[in-house]
């Protein structure tokens, strides 16, 4: 199966009105990596880790959401937030999608929109692919 991906047309006023982004999901091992960085650095910390936060991987770290990570220091949180933008990619006109540069965002606020969305990515496909199991009894579905 693919990665998944999604399409994100800026709407908010300013520079980046109409601009157009494509995101597309980490590889499972990259989801990995990335999670267990950001879980590590957030204990590290002292940011409190609710144990079925830790157990869900990125997609417990998704549902922290930024504020999490907004508490780490600037050393530890630039490499997930660059990791983050990886998954980006701009779509100047409809038959072109590529690479960012650093002049293709002009708004903080679509940064912050951008990551927001990539890791709401995550989070749908990761809840999705890894059930809760707690609380189940054998031969029992997991309700996630």
Same mark, same amino acid.
């Given at each position: ?12 006023? /300013?520079?980046?009105? /109409? ?15 990335? #999670? ?16 079925? @936060? *830790?157990?869900? /991987?990125?997609?417990? $770290? ?5 504020? *999490? @990570? ?8 630039? +490499? ?7 998954? $980006?990619?701009?779509? +100047?006109s409809? !038959?072109? !999608?590529? *690479? ?7 708004? $903080? ?6 990551r ?10 990761s809840?999705?692919?890894? +059930? ?5 009894? +054998? /031969?029992?579905? #997991?309700?996630?």
């Amino acid at each position: 199966m693919a990665r998944k991906t999604a399409t994100v047309t800026i709407s908010a006023e /300013g520079r980046d009105k /109409g601009k157009v982004f494509v995101l597309t999901e980490l590889s499972a091992y990259e989801a990995e990596d990335w #999670a267990g960085r950001a879980l590590f650095a957030l204990m590290n910390a002292g940011v409190e880790i609710p144990d079925n @936060i *830790a157990e869900a /991987g990125l997609a417990g $770290v998704a549902a922290m959401g930024l504020k *999490a @990570i907004a508490k780490l220091p600037f050393d530890s949180a630039k +490499p997930l937030l660059d990791k983050m933008m990886g998954c $980006v990619q701009i779509q +100047p006109s409809p !038959t072109v !999608t590529r *690479a960012l540069i650093p002049d293709d965002i002009e708004e $903080v606020a679509t940064l912050l929109q951008l990551r927001k969305q990539v890791l709401g990515l995550h989070m749908d496909f990761s809840m999705a692919a890894a +059930p809760s199991t707690s609380g189940s009894k +054998p /031969g029992q579905a #997991a309700r996630g």
